[in-house]
């Protein structure tokens, strides 16, 4: 069984960075595509940035481009979600996602694993 589990998450004025973390379990960490998504009190889940199996590819929505970055390292099984000059609109429960397709699709019906979800809250 695979499993994903968000760390890094929090209360952060705006302006403000924080890091979150994906650890996932298994051998086949590797093969996936990983993505970060977010939801909303009110709305539904959106995409944020994801990563090729390799690292080769990254994609951002427009929203956070310029300010996060997604990165992988494969020898940890762990993908991160680095996030800058976070404002009030950030706010929002971000989960990662593994797409077993490897490509890291922006779309999240496409992704077979989830983790369970990390609260960040930005104050402005």
């Known amino acids: 069984q695979v499993q994903l589990v968000e760390s890094g998450g929090g209360l952060v004025q705006a302006g403000g960075s924080l890091r979150l973390s994906c650890v996932v379990s298994g051998r086949t960490f590797s093969t996936y595509g990983m993505g970060w998504f977010r939801q909303a009190p009110g709305k539904e889940r959106e995409f944020v940035a994801s990563i090729s199996w390799s690292g080769g590819s990254t994609y951002y929505a427009d929203s956070v481009k310029g300010r996060f970055t997604i990165s992988r390292d494969n020898a940890e099984n762990t993908v991160y979600l680095q996030m800058n000059s976070l404002n009030a609109e950030d706010t929002a429960v971000y989960y990662c996602?593994?797409?077993?397709?490897?490509?890291?699709?922006?779309?999240?019906?496409?992704?077979?694993?989830w983790g369970q979800g990390t609260q960040v809250t930005v104050s402005s």
């Open positions: 996602g593994a797409d077993t397709t490897g490509w890291g699709s922006r779309y999240w019906h496409q992704y077979t694993y």
